[in-house]
């Protein structure tokens, strides 16, 4: 059973930058997809990027393509969700998930595992 517990959410003006942690416990992630959505007010939960813990390889919505970058640490079990050039748009609850690789890494109810979000408000 694999633990999800995000953090690093908060207040930015746009245009600038904010970056989320997950970290994830009760298992090895060798072989898992580690993916971020959100979900805004009003709205469905929505795909955000996706990173592949064994080899990195990165996916990302076309909405934050070139602003948002998926990192991962392996020693820390960790993956960073980093944030630039914000909108006030991207004003969500960010979560972080967590599959098996490498089926549909897009959608939310691939992912078993989710942590239990953090706020993110961006103000104009």
């Known amino acids: 059973q694999v633990q999800l517990v995000e953090s690093g959410g908060g207040f930015a003006q746009a245009g600038g930058s904010l970056r989320l942690s997950c970290a994830a416990s009760?298992?090895?992630?060798?072989?898992?997809?580690m993916g971020w959505f959100r979900q805004a007010p009003g709205k469905e939960r929505e795909f955000v990027g996706a990173?592949?813990?064994?080899?990195?390889?990165?996916w990302y919505a076309d909405s934050v393509k070139g602003r948002f970058t998926i990192s991962r640490e392996n020693a820390q079990n960790t993956v960073y969700l980093q944030m630039s050039a914000l909108k006030p748009e991207d004003t969500a609850i960010y979560y972080c998930?967590?599959?098996?690789?490498?089926?549909?890494?897009?959608?939310?109810?691939?992912?078993?595992?989710w942590g239990q979000g953090t706020q993110v408000t961006v103000s104009s």
């Open positions: 009760g298992g090895t992630l060798t072989n898992y997809a």
């Open positions: 990173i592949r813990w064994s080899g990195g390889s990165t």
């Open positions: 998930a967590a599959k098996l690789f490498p089926q549909r890494v897009g959608f939310a109810d691939a992912y078993p595992y």
